[in-house]
């Protein structure tokens, strides 16, 4: 009986010693399998922060495209011309012609000169 249970208690021991490796075994597996995804969970985190960099820069760059046309449009002949020109158009003025007519209701309307003229209505 003795030797039965030393048989018993050496078998117990070898299998508590199976489990304790595979344990250990499977403790490591999942410690990796863990920074497995980390990792790929780093890479898909850069690979969507660079995305959105480069759509952000394309936002900068569409918006600068939309803000251009805004400016004057003197400015932007002066400055696609050389500078021997750019002087030439800033100092150009347009050509006199004669005033605008007055609208009916204007504290100047019916004025002609120094002289007041008479307003008929149709």
């Known amino acids: 009986m003795r030797r039965?249970?030393?048989l018993l208690q050496h078998e117990v021991d070898i299998l508590?010693?199976?489990?304790?490796?595979?344990?250990?075994?499977?403790?490591?597996?999942?410690?990796?399998?863990f920074d497995d995804r980390k990792m790929s969970v780093r890479m898909e985190q850069r690979?969507?922060?660079s995305k959105v960099?480069?759509?952000f820069h394309c936002v900068q760059r569409f918006s600068?495209?939309?803000?251009?046309?805004?400016t004057d449009p003197r400015t932007q002949?002066?400055?696609?011309?050389?500078?021997q020109q750019r002087q030439q158009i800033?100092?150009?003025?347009?050509?006199?012609g004669p005033d605008p007519p007055l609208r009916?209701?204007?504290?100047?309307?019916?004025?002609?000169?120094?002289?007041?003229?008479?307003?008929?209505?149709?």
Not at 64 to 70: A, E, G, N, S, V
Not at 77 to 83: A, D, G, M, S, V
């Open 4 to 6: 039965e249970r030393t």
């Open 16 to 33: 508590n010693q199976k489990l304790s490796q595979e344990l250990l075994i499977l403790k490591d597996d999942l410690k990796g399998m």
């Open 47 to 49: 690979t969507m922060e």
């Open 53 to 55: 960099r480069s759509v």
């Open 64 to 70: 600068k495209m939309l803000t251009w046309p805004m």
């Open 77 to 83: 002949l002066q400055n696609n011309r050389p500078p």
């Open 90 to 96: 800033g100092n150009r003025r347009p050509p006199l």
């Open 104 to 122: 009916h209701g204007h504290p100047l309307h019916g004025i002609h000169g120094s002289h007041f003229v008479e307003i008929r209505e149709l």
